[in-house]
């Protein structure tokens, strides 16, 4: 597991350190989705909370020069559902419905903090709570269930 480094501005990678460290993680080290759209810093607070972090790039900006909302519930959607994924013990588990509410807006080289708490976990589901902060103000809330799924079913 990598330990990365936080920055105001910058572009998170896999292959690069940034300055004052917080025991983030990389979750985007192979390709695919995340990666492909910046990735995203993980780190776990407690068995029930988590934040995770984002800066965002020009290719996150929508035609009015702020960040587009399709990256907002990407970047919810990944963190939160790490958040569930770690709480099913690394279990696989699936996003059955995420409820965003668009608060505020972000700009290119704005970092966006997104913070989960595990309302409640049973053998199947996990409800939880998530918001995202930039700039000291709150952009977006959520709530979220994630199905945990068998290991061999997913």
């Not at 965002?56 to 963190?79: C, E, M, R």
């Amino acid at each position: 597991m990598k330990i990365y480094r936080e920055t105001k501005v910058g572009t998170i990678s896999d292959n690069k350190e940034i300055n004052a460290i917080k025991n983030f993680e990389q979750l985007s080290i192979r390709p695919g989705f995340m990666k492909h759209n910046g990735g995203l810093l993980y780190r776990q607070i407690s068995g029930t909370e988590s934040e995770f972090k984002a800066i965002v790039n020009k290719y996150h900006l929508n035609a009015a020069g702020i960040t587009h909302g399709g990256y907002i519930a990407l970047i919810i959607d990944s963190g939160a559902g790490t958040g569930a994924h770690r709480a099913a013990d690394g279990g696989p588990c699936v996003t059955i419905s995420l409820d965003i509410k668009f608060i505020g807006t972000t700009k290119l080289g704005n970092e966006i903090k997104g913070f989960t708490k595990i309302q409640k976990k049973t053998k199947s589901m996990i409800f939880l709570i998530c918001h995202l902060e930039s700039n000291g103000k709150m952009i977006a809330s959520a709530s979220g269930i994630w199905k945990i799924m068998k290991k061999n079913n997913a």
